[in-house]
């Protein structure tokens, strides 16, 4: 289990676009090929026809998907700068004015801030480029800065566009890949990761399209790259749409299957909008006391104490970045809706449980009150009481509350580890682009498509500042939280365990105690216990197996115990990452890069492994 920050509500204005342009339908089109071209003319026909078939493509989608996604739609492409196809690709996209073009750099210029897109060694003038404006989107890896190589800097080019895209075009002759970072090898990369491709090949009449779906009669890339040209299908709008549209488009049949229900209830609930009188009243004064019954307990019975803000102390360079700023806003959003609904429904099984108490309790205290109107008012506030557990229950059921709960939730730890890993210009679903399986991965990956890559130059200094920022949040936070979650857990089990005993050695003291006294009543003909202490035992009979059932009822729909143990497993895995992760200033580049992956890949895999747990404790009405 992951964090719940006690944040506030995401300051809309600080987010830019993110807070008016919250989930657009965002396509990105990535793009590798040759330095040298034969017959320009072919080519220039042959991007032509490609970028038709994507503009037209993307309409249909737009067209079909459009009702899912908020703000407007836009195509992007993700392209190098160097001579030859990317250059012509990248005019041809301006021209077409489809959509913005994110130009990434592998070199930069020693001592400057020029770009070059080959070895700045061999004093190229051609591969010299001045980079945009700061403003503008692009991204330059300092590779020399970093310590890659010059093949490891043109692949490392070659990843960001596969880990970034949702469609590759590739200018490439079919052979073999001949090295790390050519178009051959970037192809590869695309498939093995199941992206289509779009194969613009040279002698070629018309582009053609290799669906991924296709893909599975072959082992592995490597050897589908030999049959590539069985493989692929005629380039249309309409195929490629056909193509695209599982990716983009959120599961379910869009009626009224359980996702698109869910995505529906994301929609309508909103704790950060408070309506007007008289609901707003009281909603506000429901969160102020009822929904925090929860948080007291915790506080009496776990010993917690307030969090810190796990969003603060992020580089100045960082924060003013639009892709993070829009993924802080839609992790900062998820996140108060998670804690909001999580106060309401734990401290609705609360109070089930202590008003099934006191219904005991108060059916059982006429036999200790010697008045005539004891049983009226008895039975009144049973039936009250009653009442009212009737209502939070069907409440609970009717608003989706224990699945909303779940799916924000997970939403949110999913956004929490985008977020960390998004400045190092990855993510946890690099390794395989595949349909996404819920509405929260689909919403979490369209945020990641609208965030684009990370903008600017990343060099050794950025790196190591980021990354250390992101190990503070990512593993050093975790072990934070999952130590605090283990002595609140822990303790929460022992005060359950407590009351457990407390509750049943009363009842056994009262009812020795009476038995001792029918004893010697009948034996020694003492005088026979007073009325009241029969009163007694009839109310200590009632309430304290009703205490033991709550206690109970507390721990399977919370499993304290459980989360105890899990914690203190989890804090053990973190500390094991940090110990990995070392001094990151003296780690490789790729080194620190798969070991933040891996930590936010266990903070998802967490969220999941909760959230399952979570559907199987439904909400307890009790009596």
Same mark, same amino acid.
């Given at each position: 289990?992951?964090?719940?920050?006690?944040?506030?509500?995401?300051?809309?204005?600080?987010?830019?676009?993110?807070?008016? %342009?919250?989930?657009?339908?965002?396509?990105?089109?990535?793009?590798?090929?040759?330095?040298?071209?034969?017959?320009?003319?072919?080519?220039?026909?042959?991007?032509?026809?490609?970028?038709?078939?994507?503009?037209?493509?993307?309409?249909?989608?737009?067209?079909?998907?459009?009702?899912?996604?908020?703000?407007?739609?836009?195509?992007?492409?993700?392209?190098?700068?160097?001579?030859?196809? %990317?250059?012509?690709?990248? @005019?041809?996209?301006?021209?077409?004015?489809?959509?913005?073009?994110?130009?990434?750099?592998?070199?930069?210029?020693?001592?400057?801030?020029? *770009?070059?897109?080959?070895?700045? @060694?061999?004093?190229?003038?051609?591969?010299?480029?001045?980079?945009?404006?700061?403003?503008?989107?692009?991204?330059?890896?300092?590779?020399?800065?970093?310590?890659?190589?010059?093949?490891?800097? +043109?692949?490392?080019?070659?990843?960001?566009?596969?880990?970034?895209? %949702?469609?590759?075009?590739?200018?490439?002759?079919?052979?073999?890949?001949?090295?790390?970072?050519?178009?051959?090898?970037?192809?590869?990369?695309?498939?093995?990761?199941?992206?289509?491709?779009?194969?613009?090949?040279?002698?070629?009449?018309?582009?053609?399209?290799?669906?991924?779906?296709?893909?599975?009669?072959?082992?592995?890339?490597?050897?589908?790259?030999?049959?590539?040209?069985?493989?692929?299908?005629?380039?249309? =709008?309409?195929?490629? *749409?056909?193509?695209?549209?599982?990716?983009?488009?959120?599961?379910?049949?869009?009626?009224? %299957? =359980?996702?698109?229900?869910?995505?529906?209830?994301? *929609?309508?609930?909103?704790?950060?909008?408070?309506?007007?009188?008289?609901?707003?009243? @009281?909603?506000?004064?429901?969160?102020?006391?009822?929904?925090?019954?929860?948080?007291?307990?915790?506080?009496?019975?776990?010993?917690?104490?307030?969090?810190?803000?796990?969003?603060?102390?992020?580089?100045?360079?960082?924060?003013?970045?639009?892709?993070?700023?829009?993924?802080?806003?839609?992790?900062?959003?998820?996140?108060?809706?998670?804690? +909001?609904?999580?106060?309401? +429904?734990?401290?609705?099984?609360?109070?089930? /449980? &202590? /008003?099934?108490?006191?219904?005991?309790?108060?059916?059982?205290?006429?036999?200790?009150?010697?008045?005539?109107?004891?049983?009226?008012?008895?039975?009144?506030?049973?039936?009250?009481?009653?009442?009212?557990?009737?209502?939070?229950?069907?409440?609970?059921?009717?608003?989706?509350?224990?699945?909303?709960?779940?799916? &924000?939730?997970?939403?949110?730890?999913?956004?929490?580890?985008?977020?960390?890993?998004?400045?190092?210009?990855?993510?946890?679903?690099?390794?395989?682009?595949?349909?996404?399986?819920?509405? !929260?991965?689909?919403?979490?990956?369209?945020?990641?498509? *609208?965030?684009?890559?990370?903008?600017?130059?990343?060099?050794?200094?950025?790196?190591?500042?980021?990354?250390?920022?992101?190990?503070?949040?990512?593993?050093?936070?975790?072990?934070?939280?999952?130590?605090?979650?283990?002595?609140?857990?822990?303790?929460?089990?022992?005060?359950?365990?407590?009351?457990?005993?407390?509750?049943?050695?009363?009842?056994?003291?009262?009812? @020795?105690?009476?038995?001792?006294?029918?004893?010697?009543?009948?034996?020694?003909? !003492?005088?026979?216990?007073?009325?009241?202490?029969?009163?007694?035992?009839?109310?200590?009979?009632?309430?304290?197996?009703?205490?033991?059932?709550?206690?109970?009822?507390?721990?399977? !729909?919370?499993?304290?115990?459980?989360?105890?143990?899990?914690?203190?497993?989890?804090?053990?895995?973190?500390?094991?990452?940090?110990?990995?992760?070392?001094?990151?200033?003296?780690?490789?580049?790729?080194?620190?890069?798969?070991?933040?992956?891996?930590?936010?890949?266990?903070?998802?895999?967490?969220?999941?492994?909760?959230?399952?747990?979570?559907?199987?404790?439904?909400?307890?009405?009790?009596?």
């Amino acid at each position: 289990m992951n964090p719940e920050t006690n944040s506030a509500p995401a300051n809309r204005a600080s987010a830019g676009d993110a807070a008016d %342009d919250r989930l657009p339908l965002v396509l990105t089109v990535g793009f590798s090929g040759h330095r040298a071209v034969d017959d320009a003319a072919e080519a220039e026909h042959l991007i032509a026809e490609t970028l038709a078939a994507i503009g037209a493509g993307f309409e249909t989608l737009k067209r079909s998907l459009g009702p899912a996604f908020e703000g407007m739609p836009r195509l992007r492409l993700l392209i190098g700068a160097a001579p030859g196809t %990317d250059r012509m690709v990248a @005019a041809a996209w301006r021209a077409a004015r489809l959509g913005e073009d994110h130009l990434i750099y592998p070199f930069r210029e020693p001592e400057g801030a020029a *770009a070059y897109t080959d070895n700045p @060694a061999k004093a190229d003038l051609e591969t010299r480029v001045e980079t945009p404006p700061a403003g503008e989107a692009w991204t330059g890896i300092d590779s020399a800065s970093l310590g890659l190589d010059h093949e490891r800097a +043109h692949a490392e080019v070659g990843r960001w566009i596969v880990r970034h895209a %949702d469609l590759l075009v590739a200018w490439w002759n079919g052979a073999p890949p001949g090295g790390p970072g050519g178009a051959g090898d970037t192809v590869q990369r695309a498939l093995e990761r199941g992206l289509p491709v779009v194969w613009l090949k040279p002698g070629e009449a018309h582009p053609r399209l290799v669906d991924p779906a296709h893909l599975h009669q072959h082992a592995e890339a490597a050897e589908t790259m030999t049959r590539l040209a069985d493989i692929a299908e005629p380039l249309s =709008a309409e195929r490629l *749409a056909q193509v695209l549209a599982p990716t983009l488009s959120p599961p379910g049949d869009g009626v009224n %299957d =359980a996702e698109t229900k869910a995505r529906r209830d994301y *929609a309508a609930v909103d704790p950060m909008r408070r309506r007007g009188a008289p609901i707003g009243l @009281a909603q506000a004064l429901l969160d102020r006391t009822l929904w925090r019954s929860f948080k007291l307990f915790e506080r009496v019975a776990g010993g917690a104490r307030g969090r810190p803000d796990s969003i603060a102390g992020a580089p100045a360079a960082l924060s003013a970045q639009p892709g993070f700023q829009r993924l802080r806003f839609a992790s900062n959003e998820s996140a108060v809706r998670s804690v +909001h609904l999580s106060s309401i +429904h734990r401290s609705e099984q609360l109070l089930l /449980i &202590v /008003i099934a108490i006191a219904a005991v309790l108060t059916g059982a205290l006429p036999s200790l009150i010697s008045c005539p109107l004891a049983h009226d008012w008895s039975a009144g506030i049973e039936f009250a009481l009653g009442v009212t557990a009737f209502f939070i229950a069907a409440a609970a059921r009717r608003a989706h509350r224990h699945r909303r709960w779940s799916d &924000v939730r997970r939403l949110a730890e999913r956004l929490r580890a985008a977020r960390a890993t998004w400045p190092l210009g990855l993510d946890i679903a690099d390794g395989h682009a595949q349909p996404p399986a819920t509405w !929260t991965e689909w919403r979490a990956c369209a945020l990641l498509r *609208a965030a684009g890559p990370p903008r600017g130059w990343i060099d050794r200094p950025r790196f190591n500042a980021e990354a250390a920022w992101v190990a503070g949040q990512l593993i050093d936070g975790q072990i934070d939280y999952h130590a605090r979650q283990h002595a609140i857990a822990d303790n929460i089990e022992r005060f359950i365990r407590r009351v457990e005993d407390v509750a049943f050695l009363t009842l056994m003291g009262v009812l @020795a105690a009476f038995l001792v006294m029918i004893c010697l009543t009948t034996w020694v003909h !003492t005088p026979p216990a007073p009325d009241w202490f029969g009163g007694l035992v009839m109310v200590v009979s009632a309430v304290a197996p009703a205490i033991g059932a709550g206690c109970l009822a507390l721990e399977a !729909t919370n499993g304290f115990g459980e989360l105890a143990r899990h914690s203190e497993h989890l804090e053990v895995e973190f500390r094991q990452m940090r110990e990995r992760l070392g001094d990151i200033d003296r780690q490789a580049y790729h080194h620190v890069q798969a070991i933040i992956r891996r930590a936010a890949q266990l903070v998802v895999e967490d969220a999941d492994a909760w959230r399952d747990r979570a559907l199987r404790r439904r909400i307890v009405r009790g009596g």
